[in-house]
């Protein structure tokens, strides 16, 4: 046994190699040992002086891991005895005397399995460990304080059943730990249990009221960790509370507000302070109004301030990539299905994923500039106090900052005009001639970057006051910008004025876009053949995408009235399609093939007839060369399979010759799984980066992340297979089982609201498909699809959603006894007694309850109520 420990001992030291062979074989053999071998030699490990300060630590991680991931496998398996002598063994080791960080890790341990051990009922089957929170909480030494402390924060319901007849003790725990006496880190510690226990009880007033009594400590704690700028940690709790419990810290919301201001700090903390205040005007704005009336008159100034912290970068105008503050949580506008009303971004982004909200980038500590940050939260203070409250002070500002001779002011004006509109809508539209006519005078403003913020704002207004700015201004707007278009030496400002035409053009009526028709389709035109000249000699492919994007957006509108312009652009737009294969203009060529699919639908099957054929031969080589599946970051993809879907509707039956080379990559698509994680601070720290992935934390250690990378790509190929359901009808039939098959789950796809929708929607089309195949197999499908639809309808969390899962059991022709034998089947199912695991809310986490769309958001609002419930 001993030579097995030394083993295992050696084994931790390889597993922290640098050689990835070397520790890719060591974790082969970790992951061979059985778990309760590992267990035994992990404990060890950690208590053993001998080991490196860093073994130890692994070991504590590896063994809390086990713990989350295998806790049901192995515990419940292993003697009582043996059971017992684990408990004590940690909470012996804690009391060791080891270092702070190893203690940290075993307190990580501890929490782990504390909350595997609270059952159903509420039980807590440790009891040990509450006492030893007491002890710690009464201890003389501050690190055993802060170690209390500390398993609270990572499980503060870890009381279950006991909790009302103990709150008096939990209070005066967390409120001795906030005494100005105690260490620094005890005191950040216990502002975190303060967070993370209100957060548990986030829909309970009382208990939030209860525990009032703690916030003027807890703020100090706040403002002190502020002013040595060393820990954001407490700063980000009170983020946490102002979103989730705004009411709780009302009492505390004037000594908040005072916290914003300070020009002196690092960026990274006035980003923060500002946070906390535009959250409270989001979650909390009659709070704000009432209480604090004077904050947003000191508020609004110092954020159009800040909108004015910008670099003045020379090659800024000719850069060939739109940087990311072109993109920011913006979204892209081009049409996947019915026309609605989006919030828009004037640029496509780069990519056909959306960046994660600025929010979440700032609290996963990702870097923005001070403008980016400024912008958005002048539009979230917008949209949460609204106009009544905020158009006036931005109207006090802004003529200024127009006037000014310094650039950065007057594009920090124009990006606050198109900042406002949304949330100011009502009050900003009865002065919008005014304003419409201010900001086209700086369409010809010597500095690009004042160019570009012009036609943002356009392009921005174009959106929020649709279709009213269009019926109004069209007859300055058009021509301000085919006027920016002729700005050949600023690519990045010519490229953002097509942009803007795009937000013009997708809501513009279509008799007075129609006006306009030929002199923008001749300048689109000009422009389309330079940059393809550019490409070819330089390389160069930023406008050239946008035109591409801005010429789909016109067709779009003007529909047949495109025509005359049809065979003037198809042959160079196929070109694109067949030659742009390599790696950098793979997402011109999938902003190309979007264009020609959405402009064979504009001029409809007659007109596209001649070229379908070889368009879609086309399209099928794409998916066909690799001989598998686009990787999901490819961005063709995101393009290729709405394309096939407007091709379907062109060529309505006749498409269903392709069926068997398409049906593959689409169903796959559709299938396609997102990739989930449950992953450790320290596994964070490698990933977050990643724009692929959105996380949220879950307690004190652990983050649940989704792989976001696809989703809207599998979004538009259930929306495909509802299109080919529509259009193909019985030329589907042997299509429709699988379909179903793959459907049906999604009705409860709660990572996507466009899945669930798309999948409610097919369900009458596929039925209807089916019938050509008899009787039986209708019945045998409807029989699988009632039960799932009526217990999605009883579930779905979004009211949008809901409305077309009805909509979807009305359409169908089966007796409606059926449907009254299900619905009481499924209500007597549904009044069954349920009783959910610590372990099996943490597994429900998986499937958040908002919207995916905004991952970020969805994830940040659901899943951890769903954890720690």
């Given at each position: ?368 500039t001070n403008n980016v940050v400024a912008e958005s939260a002048l539009d979230r203070m917008c949209c949460g106090l609204g106009g009544k409250t905020m158009l006036g002070l931005i109207v006090d500002s802004v003529p200024a900052m127009l006037a000014s001779d310094d650039w950065r002011r007057r594009h920090a004006a124009l990006m606050a005009v198109s900042s406002a509109g949304e949330g100011c809508h009502k009050q900003m539209e009865q002065m919008l001639d005014n304003v419409v006519s201010a900001v086209l005078n700086y369409l010809t403003d010597p500095h690009p970057r004042v160019r570009y913020a012009a036609c943002n704002a356009i392009g921005q207004m174009s959106t929020d006051f649709a279709t009213i700015f269009e019926k109004k201004f069209h007859d300055r707007v058009v021509p301000g910008l085919l006027m920016v278009l002729d700005d050949n030496e600023n690519p990045r400002v010519q490229s953002h004025a097509a942009a803007a035409l795009v937000n013009f053009s997708e809501d513009c009526p279509k008799p007075i876009l129609t006006q306009y028709l030929d002199p923008i ?349």
């Amino acid at each position: 046994m001993a030579g097995d420990q030394a083993q295992f001992y050696q084994l931790l030291e390889t597993l922290l190699s640098s050689d990835n062979d070397i520790r890719s074989q060591a974790e082969d053999a970790y992951n061979n040992i059985p778990t309760e071998n590992k267990v035994v030699h992990l404990v060890q490990a950690i208590q053993n002086a001998s080991v490196s300060e860093e073994g130890r630590q692994t070991a504590a991680v590896l063994l809390r891991r086990l713990l989350s991931a295998e806790f049901y496998d192995f515990f419940p398996k292993i003697p009582v005895e043996q059971q017992n002598l684990l408990k004590e063994q940690l909470l012996l080791t804690l009391q060791m005397d080891i270092s702070q960080p190893i203690r940290r890790k075993i307190c990580d341990v501890v929490s782990e399995l504390a909350r595997n051990l609270i059952d159903d009922d509420g039980n807590n089957q440790w009891p040990e460990f509450l006492q030893f929170l007491f002890n710690c909480a009464g201890a003389q030494d501050s690190n055993m304080k802060e170690a209390g402390i500390r398993m609270f924060t990572s499980v503060p319901g870890v009381f279950g059943n006991l909790q009302n007849q103990n709150l008096d003790v939990i209070k005066r725990m967390l409120a001795s730990t906030l005494q100005p006496n105690e260490s620094e880190a005890l005191r950040i510690q216990a502002v975190k249990a303060v967070g993370a226990f209100i957060l548990l009880h986030d829909k309970e007033p009382a208990i939030q009221k209860h525990f009032a009594d703690l916030l003027p400590s807890f703020m100090q704690v706040v403002i002190e960790t502020m002013e040595k700028a060393d820990d954001d940690s407490a700063l980000k709790i009170l983020i946490d509370l102002a979103e989730a419990t705004p009411k709780f810290l009302r009492p505390q919301i004037e000594t908040i507000s005072q916290m914003v201001g300070d020009t002196d700090a690092e960026d990274a903390w006035r980003q923060l302070a500002l946070e906390v205040m535009v959250t409270f005007c989001e979650t909390a704005p009659a709070m704000i109004r009432k209480q604090v009336p004077g904050a947003i008159r000191t508020l609004t100034p110092l954020v159009l301030e800040m909108m004015c912290e910008l670099e003045d970068e020379p090659e800024w105008a000719i850069q060939d990539d739109a940087a990311d503050d072109d993109n920011e949580s913006k979204r892209k506008w081009i049409p996947r299905g019915p026309r609605r009303r989006r919030r828009p971004a004037v640029t496509p982004p780069a990519t056909p994923r959306r960046s994660p909200p600025v929010r979440i980038l700032l609290y996963k500590g990702r870097k923005c500039t001070n403008n980016v940050v400024a912008e958005s939260a002048l539009d979230r203070m917008c949209c949460g106090l609204g106009g009544k409250t905020m158009l006036g002070l931005i109207v006090d500002s802004v003529p200024a900052m127009l006037a000014s001779d310094d650039w950065r002011r007057r594009h920090a004006a124009l990006m606050a005009v198109s900042s406002a509109g949304e949330g100011c809508h009502k009050q900003m539209e009865q002065m919008l001639d005014n304003v419409v006519s201010a900001v086209l005078n700086y369409l010809t403003d010597p500095h690009p970057r004042v160019r570009y913020a012009a036609c943002n704002a356009i392009g921005q207004m174009s959106t929020d006051f649709a279709t009213i700015f269009e019926k109004k201004f069209h007859d300055r707007v058009v021509p301000g910008l085919l006027m920016v278009l002729d700005d050949n030496e600023n690519p990045r400002v010519q490229s953002h004025a097509a942009a803007a035409l795009v937000n013009f053009s997708e809501d513009c009526p279509k008799p007075i876009l129609t006006q306009y028709l030929d002199p923008i389709m001749n300048k689109l035109e000009i422009i389309l053949t330079a940059k393809f000249k550019e490409l070819v000699e330089r390389g160069t492919k930023l406008v050239l995408e946008q035109i591409v994007t801005t010429i789909a957006s016109v067709a779009d509108t003007v529909e047949k009235d495109f025509e005359v312009y049809y065979d003037r652009l198809m042959p160079c737009l196929k070109f694109i399609i067949a030659n742009a294969t390599t790696n950098e203009l793979k997402m011109l060529r999938g902003k190309t093939i979007e264009c020609v699919s959405l402009i064979g639908l504009a001029v409809g099957e007659k007109k596209f007839a001649g070229d379908a054929e070889e368009v879609m031969n086309m399209l099928l080589k794409t998916s066909a060369e690799s001989g598998e599946a686009l990787p999901a970051d490819d961005p063709q993809t995101s393009f290729l399979i709405p394309a096939w879907s407007r091709i379907c509707r062109i060529m309505g039956k006749k498409f269903a010759k392709y069926l068997p080379m398409v049906m593959e990559p689409v169903m796959r698509t559709a299938s396609m799984k997102p990739e989930v994680a449950l992953v450790d601070n320290e596994d964070l720290e490698s990933v977050e980066g990643d724009l692929d992935w959105q996380f949220v934390t879950l307690g004190e250690q652990q983050n649940f992340g989704i792989k976001t990378a696809g989703l809207e790509d599998k979004a538009a190929a259930c929306d495909m297979l509802v299109c080919y359901a529509r259009e193909l009808k019985e030329a589907f039939a042997e299509y429709t089982e699988e379909v179903v098959k793959i459907m049906v789950p999604m009705l409860k796809f709660y990572f996507h609201d466009g899945v669930r929708t798309a999948a409610a929607e097919s369900l009458p089309y596929l039925l209807e498909c089916a019938r050509i195949r008899g009787p039986d197999v209708i019945r045998s499908m409807w029989e699988y699809i009632l039960p799932e639809l009526l217990k999605a309808i009883d579930s779905e969390p979004e009211q949008e959603v809901q409305v077309e899962l009805l909509n979807s059991l009305a359409k169908n022709n089966f007796p409606k006894e059926t449907i009254v034998i299900e619905l009481a089947v499924s209500k007597e199912n549904s009044s069954e007694p349920k009783r959910t695991t610590q372990h099996n809310a943490r597994a429900q986490s998986a499937h958040p309850t908002s919207k995916a769309g905004a991952g970020s958001q969805c994830l940040a609002r659901s899943c951890p109520r769903a954890v720690n419930d």
